[in-house]
């Protein structure tokens, strides 16, 4: 999907899909900024699953991403699930990466990659966040690989790069005190603005007020470029939730989160 301004409004400029990859794009009265919820038709990813995502969004845009449910990984019985999300954004375009949260179930198998091109001015935000089995039913994922890889450049310039990898016990990889201290949801934010340096502050104080997670956030400036990364860590999913929808509505500035990002 590719987006374009049209009289200052955020319109489509092309949009294709095919298989079990379909695109809906809610009515958003009043407002300049588009939004586009991600289905995966399928209920899920197993092994041998490929599942890609291309989005660009043109000069002067304002396009948020999300989906319609949070992505299961089920067991695979042979191969690995691969999913691809290729971000593109423009001048001073602002695009917001923020798929609900990836449930991986025993013996699931995935390669998930993110990559994202920014303009010099160009503004993301983005979030990954992970589930390890489905506490409610008393599930430990003992087996299973799980591997998530970002690249994110501006300007042709890599300004971000993160390697995440958990293979055969995860439950045991996760019970580390350097992992995630024996919880199971996990979640990283990454914004890339020149506001993200005023925004660091703000952040801090909102995570340090929230005893659901384990968080911390940092700000690097590199190549340019204002760098905002935080790491979260919860019990489950709703305690997770309590830490990332204020941290995603602050780093947001304003706009509203899709309505599916709810308590």
């Given amino acids: 999907m590719a987006v374009k301004t049209v009289n200052g409004q955020t319109r489509l400029d092309t949009f294709y899909q095919e298989g079990a990859a379909k695109i809906r794009i809610p009515r958003l ?46 067991k695979a019985s042979a191969g690995t699930a691969d999913m691809t999300v290729s971000l593109k954004v423009g001048d001073r375009a602002s695009l917001a990466w923020l798929p609900q949260e990836t449930i991986v179930f025993e013996r699931a198998r995935l390669m998930r990659r993110l990559d994202a091109d920014l303009a010099p001015d160009a503004r993301l935000l983005a979030v990954e966040a992970t589930i390890f089995g ?23 310039k890599l300004v971000h790069a993160d390697n995440l990898r958990l293979e055969g016990d995860v439950d045991g990889a996760l019970a580390l005190p350097a992992v995630a201290g024996g919880e199971i949801a996990v979640a990283t934010v990454l914004l890339v603005s020149e506001t993200a340096e005023g925004l660091a502050g703000p952040l801090r104080d909102q995570l340090a ?17 204002g760098k905002l990364l935080a790491r979260f860590v919860a019990r489950d999913s709703v305690a997770l939730r309590k830490g990332l929808v204020p941290a995603l509505s602050l780093l947001n500035e304003g706009a509203p989160l899709p309505k599916i990002w709810s308590l």
């Fill in 134 to 156: 489905r506490q409610a039913h008393g599930e430990r994922v003992r087996e299973a690989l799980f591997s998530d890889r970002w690249r994110i450049r501006r300007d042709g």
């Fill in 29 to 74: 009265p009043g407002q300049a900024a588009m939004e586009a919820v991600l289905i995966n038709t399928s209920g899920g990813l197993t092994g041998g699953d490929r599942l890609a995502w291309d989005i660009d969004a043109g000069a002067g845009t304002a396009l948020t991403l999300t989906t319609q449910a949070c992505e299961k990984v089920y």
């Fill in 209 to 225: 007020a929230c005893p659901a997670v384990q968080s911390s956030a940092s700000f690097w400036r590199v190549a340019g470029s």
